[in-house]
């Protein structure tokens, strides 16, 4: 072994072992079969320190799965379309669909992504992550398009999917719908506007809004039906100021009287209400904004205005008519797009739909069937499907996605569906080929949009029983599969990957999708936010961090992290994973250097002393935690259990006792030498065991050196973690003692500013009964070598504890009392 660990050169040749040897594709038929449902990184554009975080998580739990009776199934995939991929296109080429043509920018979207898939394999790579990154998927890919089209088309023949001209959420700016889990919710300052209309017999109105650039919109006036101040306008008209249009005033008791004036403005459409109110009255539609965010060429005084510009005119136009009343400044929430964080617009186009909202109690009795860590992240599903309005719209206006599968008649209105045996298929493509089903008719058209990228990423579970049979059997068939063993995932994405996956597992199955969903929290920026690409916050690359650090000390960062919680970026915790990888190489190679060459028994020794005994039942005892811990997947806990056992028992304690044997073994017995060589071959061998899903790289490196001979299992990360067994607990009480006189001799020395290796002419142990004599003189060879101690002196007698300064030498005098 090298005297110091190089991480650069070590590292390289641990992954070059793993790669040539397939060790994470090495399966026990005698072993459990634990799958992960690996969430796929978005393809649009570099990875951050928020996917090592996340990411490594997941590999730490999938090596603690390895190497306890489980053959680990840890696919990974790659969101390779959608709305994000086509953005990231878009802006790295300076090109778009309507410039190059739609096949085109599909052919350059493929080739982009391909190779942003070869770097994050690298980058997953080097942090030393457990996956079969040799057998990956795509969310774009044939196969899975295939999946995605035959789910779509099974999801219409069961009545969970359907078409409608219907008002759907609109962003502007990336000129889509979205569904209501794309949306945030952003506090803005914004205007309360009182404005002046008139009814039909010239009475005055006033309608406050913070939206006045919907008045060419306005369909309708509301009040409350037991609002005695407009009870008497029941059944006439209303003029709209500015458009002079006349809109019929109706009474509905949704309408809140205390806010405002009492009477509220329906427009097509300004919020959701809008829309509520719209189907409900059976009012005309009436669009004032396009597809592009701008005013329709129809309404001469706002034509071609964006939002924005459109409220600062209709302002100007009712001041000159006199038609403001009043302003005032409010807090007012809006829906915005998550991606471009653009306000949320409504249209009206034919939108294919998941029928979420009608069978949202059943989503909730799914999630109670489901294992969630940590537990209260469940409440967030819960809330999520008790507040749905809005069904889920699949269908997007974009080119880069999956088709649907789809062709309409354009003489009866029918809806075509592609044979399965023809999947996949892209319709715009490849024509219907036959006449319609229901009219014999050949006017077909075929469908242009795609579908939402979370439509696919919601079958990650039929992905990954494709992938794990290795053949094209339809996923939908069985459930031989499903539910998969563990979903990690982020808590931001619970509304939305968790929720969908839920809903397409129940669809098509009745079924969860997984056992357990494990969630974790963000890597957060110097600013307290999310670090994402989108925002640009992150403090350093991930590139750059992993030549800066070894991976494992950067590792040992991510396992700090709490469950569910987010985390600060900390050099400083990753700098102790640095000095970790140090004490670990030194004490191995303590051990290495104390064994090699040695006769090791194989075989437990039948008396291994009070010592040896104690740092075994110390491992036990970290054992019992750590196994209890990573069953409920708290790796951060297990890691604690571990950190105590190796600094605080191993380092500190036990091999500082035990050191004396190697350096003075003729002052001990055969058989007391051979009991701590066995003893520390297998605590040191468990030592890596439990830092190994942790620290791959070291372990692994560490491992090949020193225990590859004597366990024979091709890695460390293919060996099996033991159970914990009983413990002494005589030997607990013997050994406490032990360590009561060791840590009174180094206080005294270190009050002194003396060495610990400052030879003690005599040590003087007082207040000893007879039974801590007897156990003290079968350990004072020992006692005698860690102390430094030329003779021990045992006294029934109290003495007062201290250091005598005797010329150039030293006493010194403790007790057995606590």
Known sequence: MENRYNHQQCDDQIRQLWQSNQTYRQHNPAFKAFTIDTPPPTVSGS???????????????????????????????FDCNGLATERFVEKKHNTNASKIGREKFIDLCLSTTQDMKIKFVALWRTMGLSAELEHTYSTISKDV???????????????????????????????????????????????????????????????????????????AILYHPADDRYKKLAGTQAIVPIFGRDVPILADETVLPEKGTGLVMVCTFGDKTDIEWYKKHKLPYLPSIDLNGKFVPTIAELAGLTVPDARKKMIELLKEKNLLLSQKQIQNSVNVHERCKQVI??????????????????????ADSINWYPKHMKSRFVDWVKNL???????????????????????????????????????????????????????????????????????????????????????FSSTDFIPMSMRPQAHDIIRTWAFYTIVKSWMHQKEIPWNDIVISGYVLSENKEKISKSKDNAPIDPEKLLVQYAPDAVRFW??????????????EQIMIGQKLLTKLWNALKFVHINLEGQDVPTARPQNLGIINQWMIDQMQLSLTSYHAYFE?????????????????DFCDNYIEIVKDQFFNPANYSAEEMQATRWTMQQTGFTLLQLYAPYLPHITEYLYQHIFLKT??????????????????????????????????????????????????????????????????????????????????????QQHEPGLLQEGDTWRASVTTEE
């Not at 999946?147 to 359907?162: G, N, P, R």
């Not at 617009?345 to 799914?366: D, G």
């Not at 409920?632 to 605080?648: D, G, T």
Request: hydrophobic share 35%; charged share 20%; glycine share 4%.
């Open 47 to 77: 990875l951050h320190i928020g996917h090592i975080f996340s990411y490594t998580q997941t590999d730490i739990i999938a090596r603690y799965k390895r190497m306890t009776g489980h053959n680990v199934f840890y696919p990974f995939g």
């Open 145 to 219: 398009q295939k999946i995605a089209q035959e789910s779509f088309i099974e999801l219409v023949k069961k009545d969970y999917a359907y078409i409608k001209n219907e008002p759907a959420l609109y962003c502007t700016q990336c000129r889509t719908t979205v569904a209501q889990a794309e949306l945030d919710d952003l506090e803005q300052t914004t205007t309360f506007n009182d404005i002046q209309f008139q009814s039909a017999d010239g009475q005055t109105l006033i309608i406050a809004t913070t939206r006045p650039e919907l008045l060419p919109s306005c369909v």
């Open 345 to 366: 617009e409504y249209a009206i186009l034919p939108q294919w739909f998941m029928k979420v909202v009608e069978n949202a109690p059943e989503f909730l009795k799914a």
């Open 389 to 475: 309005s809005w069904d889920w719209c699949i269908s997007r206006q974009r080119v880069y996605g999956i088709p649907f599968p789809v062709w309409y008649c354009n003489d009866c209105n029918e809806i075509l569906l592609a044979d399965v045996k023809d999947l996949p298929i892209d319709p715009q493509q490849t024509p219907y080929g036959r006449p319609c089903t229901k009219c014999n008719g050949t006017n077909i058209r075929a469908e242009k949009d795609v579908m939402d990228t979370w439509n696919t990423s919601s079958l990650t579970p039929y992905i990954c029983k494709q992938l794990y049979g290795n053949d094209e059997t339809s996923p």
């Open 558 to 571: 991510t396992a700090s992290g709490t469950l569910g919680q987010d985390i600060a970026f900390s050099p």
């Open 632 to 648: 409920k997947h708290e790796f951060s806990l297990a890691l604690q259990s571990v950190e105590k056992v190796f600094w605080n």
């Open 711 to 796: 366990d024979g299992a091709s890695s460390i990360h293919l060996t099996q973690l033991p159970q914990a067994a009983s413990i002494h607990a005589e030997n607990q009480k013997h050994m406490q003692l032990i360590l009561h006189i060791i840590s009174q001799v180094r206080k005294l020395k270190t009050s002194e500013q003396l060495s610990l290796k400052t030879e003690l002419t005599s040590l003087i142990i007082s207040s000893a009964t007879q039974a801590q004599i007897t156990v003290l003189k079968q350990q004072e060879n020992i006692l005698k070598g860690v102390c430094k101690a030329t003779k021990i002196i045992f006294s029934a």
